[in-house]
């Protein structure tokens, strides 16, 4: 009688792969993969058709190297262009960390709970990436530090796809809709980083034409992004930091003055906002996008009265005015 195979988690047998190819200095041929590295052997047939086994290490090879594990590919000695006998390993020098970085128990408690919150929606992948690392380089934490992990989402449906083509470097198009407009214009950007900023996700990028740089903030991107096939090189340096640094400047400069009743929920939330000088009454408040904070001020209703600047004015009014016209109310 058979004997039912146990079924292997994929995490355990990309794992089991790593800590493998970690293990070898000469590498390993894919028949001795299949054959000892758990999740492998136990479907491995020996001088039996092992096709489907093949295309599930192919398409793990290329899960691990989306993953940012750094695979490398032999040749056998004496075997040279003998693709049957190609030899796998991962470089210990590419994937370890610096000799000079160390975790205490306690950082990599906190490392592996918060690559856990990430385990859903569009950072998954950084997570996996970070909490794979951690496991085959011997760091896992022996206790939990909580009895039960967060979940964070990020609801931009752009995120993950911009995440993905600023990890592989591909030029991408997608529509986007400016405020005050009403048909979006087709964009093509260098993606270059993605910035939370004030609570909100940016895509830092480079347009094509022109190569000026540009922040576009997600919620704005209307359509699928597609990549259109090409690749570029990013320059160098941080462009996260780069990216947050211009954004930054914009909220720097942008002042608003608004005028709060005294005990309101306007006047608190906006009292408690980064940077926001109080005069009694009167607040004087950053901002980056003048959309953004009319949006918000128009959710205040009487509670607000906005003082400058005039075109904040003039956004405020027209929304309280596009309110009105929508539930029937009288002309003014």
Do not use: C
């Not at 259109?228 to 914009?250: A, H, W």
């Amino acid at each position: 009688m058979a004997v039912a195979q146990q079924r292997v988690p994929v995490e355990e047998r990309l794992f089991s792969l790593v800590l493998a190819l970690l293990a070898t200095e000469i590498g390993l041929t894919k028949s001795e993969i299949l054959s000892t590295v758990q999740g492998y052997r136990q479907r491995y047939v020996a001088e039996g058709d092992n096709a489907n086994l093949e295309r599930q290490f192919e398409r793990d090879k290329d899960d691990l190297r989306e993953l940012g594990v750094p695979i490398e590919t032999l040749d056998s000695p004496g075997q040279a262009g003998n693709n049957q006998q190609l030899r796998y390993r991962i470089p210990r020098g590419s994937y370890e960390l610096p000799l000079d970085v160390r975790f205490t128990p306690e950082e990599t408690t906190l490392l592996n709970l918060a690559g856990r919150v990430w385990r859903e929606g569009s950072l998954s992948t950084e997570s996996r990436r970070a909490l794979l690392k951690l496991r085959s380089l011997g760091v896992d934490p022996d206790e939990p530090l909580l009895g039960y992990a967060p979940r964070v989402r990020v609801r931009d449906a752009a995120f993950e796809p911009a995440a993905t083509a600023i990890e592989r470097r591909q030029i991408i198009s997608f529509p986007y809709l400016k405020p005050g407009e009403r048909q979006a214009q087709l964009r093509l950007v260098k993606p270059l980083a993605l910035i939370a900023h004030e609570g909100r996700w940016h895509l830092f990028a480079e347009q094509v034409e022109g190569g000026e740089t540009r922040t576009f903030l997600l919620r704005r991107i209307v359509g699928p992004i597609k990549a259109t096939g090409k690749t570029f090189v990013p320059p160098p340096g941080d462009q996260s930091q780069r990216g947050l640094d211009e954004l930054e400047e914009i909220w720097r400069s942008r002042v608003a003055v608004v005028d709060a009743d005294p005990g309101t929920d306007a006047a608190m939330r906006l009292a408690n906002r980064r940077g926001t000088v109080r005069d009694d009454g009167r607040l004087t408040v950053h901002y980056a996008d003048l959309a953004i904070l009319a949006d918000e001020l128009t959710g205040y209703g009487p509670e607000v009265r906005v003082v400058s600047p005039p075109e904040l004015v003039s956004a405020v009014q027209q929304r309280l005015e596009r309110i009105v016209a929508d539930h029937g109310g009288a002309d003014a």
